[in-house]
C-alpha cells in the first residue's frame, strides 16, 4: 500500500509555521516513513497530484488567490489543519482588519513616510490577486478540523498532531505545548 | 469564632465558615472553581460568570454565594465545563486578543483559562472591533483592545485607592471602559503605584517599561494551569 499523502500550504503568513516544521528535526526522517508530501512549498510541487490525508493551512486569507487555495485545500484533504494564530485568527495581517482597505492601500503606496511613487499609483495590475476586504481565518472561509495554535506552534506540537491524525490515535495535546503566542 | 458549615462539591465534603462565599471555602479547601473578574481583596460582583456553579440545581455565581448547611454544589461538570468555555471563546472574539505580541502573554488570566479549558479551535466569527488606545500616561499605556470588562480596575481604583480613575461607559456591545478626567489618561491622577495599575488580569493596563521581563517557560502560567496553586492547598 501507498503512503498517505501530506500537502501543505502559506497562505498570509510568514513562513513562521513551515520553518516551526522543519524544526522537528532528525524527526523529518520518520516523517518521510509515515508519509509523502504533495503540494508544499517544501518540494515545490505547485498542483495537487491527488487525494492527501493531511492539508498543514498557514495564514489566514487576506486576498483571493488564499481563499482559492485554500478551498483546493478542502477539496482534496480529508483533514485539514489550521496550524499558527494567523490560520487560526487572522493575526498580525488582521491589524488592519479595523481599517478600510481603502485607508491601509493609501498609506502603503502613498502616504507613508518613505514612500517613492511619483506616478500616484497603487498597482491594480489583473495579475495581482484582488485584496479582501479583511484578512478572515480560515474557519471562516471552509471547515477547519483540527487548530494548532502558536506564533509559531512548537515543533513538538505539530510533530505530535501529525503523527496522531496519521495514526488515527485521539490528539491528546499536553498542558506546556499549548501556547497562543 | 464564626459557625462551621458543611456543604458538598462535586460530592465531596467541604467545611466552610459561616459567612464565606462558596469560592472562598472551595479556595480553602484546595478546590479551584474557574474565575475571571474576582479577584481577593476586592468586592466581587459575579459580571463574568466564569465562576458559575450548580447550587442545589440552580445555577449561581460562586463568588458571590454564600455558603449554606447541607448545599450540594456542582463545579466540575461537562456541562459547566462547556459552559465556560463558551464565555472565554466569547471573550476572545469581541476583543482584539493578539496574544503573539501581547506585554501580558503567559501571565494573563484570560489567556491562562483558554489553555486550562483545553482551547485549540475557536467557534465563533471574530468580531475585529475598532478600539482605542491611550498611551498619554507616562508610566501606565490603557489598551481597550484586549479589555474584558472584568471591572477590576474600576473597583480597586474607587475603593482600594479611592480615587475612582476607570469607570464603565455606554451600554451592551458599546459598554467599555473610561477615564475619569476631560481626556486621557495623562490627565488623571492615576500612579503607577496604585492598586489599579496592578489587577488587569489580561493586557489592558499595563506599566511602561517593564515588558517581557520574564523569559518564555518562566512565566506564570507556562508550566503549570492556572488554579494549581489552589489545587496543591489540598490534602
Sequence with gaps: MSKPKIATASLAGCFGCHMSLLDIDERILKLIELVDFDKSPINDIKEFTGRCAVGLIEGGCANEENVHVLQEFRKHCDILVAVGDCAIMGDIPAMRNNIPLKECLEEAYLNGPSIHNPEKVIPNDKELPLCLDRVYPCHEVVKIDYSLPGCPPNADIIWQAVVAILTNKPLDLPYELIKYD | ?235
Excluded at chain 2, 483545553?118 to 498619554?136: E, R
Excluded at chain 2, 475612582?164 to 488623571?188: C, M, P, Q, S, W
Excluded at chain 2, 489580561?202 to 492556572?226: C, M
Design chain 2, 1 to 235: 469564632m464564626s459557625k462551621q458549615i458543611t456543604f458538598s462539591i462535586d460530592g465531596v465534603e467541604v467545611k466552610g465558615k459561616e459567612g464565606q462565599t462558596i469560592l472562598q471555602a472551595a479556595d480553602e479547601a484546595g478546590i479551584y472553581i474557574p474565575r475571571l473578574c474576582y479577584m481577593e481583596g476586592l468586592v466581587p460582583h459575579g459580571s463574568c460568570r466564569v465562576c458559575t456553579v450548580i447550587v442545589n440545581g440552580k445555577p449561581q455565581t460562586a463568588c458571590t454565594q454564600p455558603i449554606a448547611e447541607g448545599m450540594t454544589v456542582e463545579n466540575d461538570t461537562p456541562e459547566l465545563k462547556e459552559h465556560r468555555r463558551n464565555i472565554i471563546d466569547m471573550l476572545f472574539i469581541e476583543g482584539n486578543h493578539f496574544c503573539m505580541f501581547c506585554e501580558k502573554s503567559g501571565n494573563c488570566e484570560l489567556q491562562a483559562l483558554a489553555y486550562r479549558l483545553g482551547i485549540l479551535s475557536p467557534k465563533f466569527p471574530y468580531f475585529f472591533p475598532k478600539k482605542d488606545i491611550d498611551a498619554t500616561h507616562p508610566d501606565i499605556f490603557l489598551d481597550l483592545n484586549r479589555c474584558i470588562l472584568c471591572g477590576r480596575c474600576v473597583e480597586a481604583s474607587k475603593d482600594i485607592d479611592r480615587k475612582g480613575v476607570f469607570d464603565f461607559v455606554g451600554r451592551g456591545i458599546n459598554k467599555k471602559i473610561a477615564v475619569n478626567a476631560e481626556a486621557n489618561l495623562k490627565d488623571t491622577n492615576l500612579a503607577i503605584a496604585d492598586k489599579a495599575a496592578d489587577v488587569c488580569p489580561v493586557g489592558s493596563i499595563n506599566k511602561k517599561h517593564t515588558a517581557f521581563a520574564t523569559p518564555i517557560g518562566k512565566r506564570l502560567y507556562d508550566v503549570k494551569p492556572i488554579g494549581s496553586e489552589i489545587e496543591e492547598r489540598k490534602k
